[in-house]
């Protein structure tokens, strides 16, 4: 069991290092548009808000730290990235929601290095970070589903990335095997809920594009709405 859980424990890196490189496909996606479609930016503040209560506690095991501090820095830079793109609500959403990561990303890391500095508190500090990471594991994936319902709506895929969702649906179940023995209800309950959340919305991305396979996403109009007019030069008749 020993040999399963380290495999385990191994692609639940893997997946997680995916999950953060497919924000450049994105990113990408975005930027060739110049819009951000239909996309939402709330499952990736809420990726963000895991990784950092991951990123304290998980010191002992240093890649899982590296890894989710690495997501840290992506997943803010990704929020801002989004904001530039987006416009009128969408771009008021974002703004409170990177105010909001801040004031989280503080709050965890100055409740964390104070009251739980040296080991004081071991077992609490178990208990309360224990709490927050399956809480917000559990919101990494349901914070998912607003783009997948712009998918069904629209029947454009690229509202969603479909790398972010295989990436997902692995991380879910490595982990989900890694805690089952010694048996870890805090990774096992949000993990586990998230391998049948990540196969629907998997499953949904599928049958559209199936089903749709032509539909892309509108382009937004060039010059702020206002058509490109080009100079022509017409010769009058000249007086008689």
Not at 142 to 151: E, G, K, N, Q
């Amino acid at each position: 069991m020993g040999i399963l859980r380290d495999v385990a424990g191994g692609l639940g890196n893997f997946f997680a290092g995916i999950l953060i490189a497919a924000l450049l496909i994105t990113m990408y996606q975005i930027w060739r548009d110049n819009s951000v479609g239909q996309r939402w930016v709330v499952n990736y503040v809420a990726t963000f808000v895991n990784a950092v209560c991951m990123v304290a506690p998980s010191k002992r095991y240093r890649l899982v730290a590296i890894i989710n501090c690495v997501g840290v820095v992506a997943e803010f830079g990704y929020s801002c990235f989004f904001r530039q793109y987006a416009q009128g609500r969408a771009r008021r959403v974002t703004s409170w929601e990177i105010a909001v990561e801040v004031v989280w990303g503080a709050a965890v890391l100055i409740g964390y290095f104070s009251a739980f500095n040296g080991g004081r508190h071991d077992d609490l500090r178990v208990q309360i970070f224990g709490i927050l990471a399956a809480v917000t594991t559990g919101a990494m994936y349901i914070a998912m589903l607003p783009d997948t319902w712009a998918v069904f709506r629209t029947h454009v895929r690229q509202n969603q990335n479909v790398l972010l969702l295989l990436a997902a649906l692995g991380n879910c179940v490595s982990w989900t095997l890694f805690s089952i023995k010694p048996r870890d209800l805090y990774i096992q309950v949000p993990n586990g809920a998230g391998i049948g959340l990540t196969a629907i919305q998997t499953l949904v991305w599928v049958v559209i594009w199936r089903m749709y396979p032509n539909a892309v996403p509108q382009q937004p109009p060039a010059n702020n709405g206002q058509a490109n007019q080009s100079q022509v030069n017409i010769e009058l008749p000249s007086p008689a």
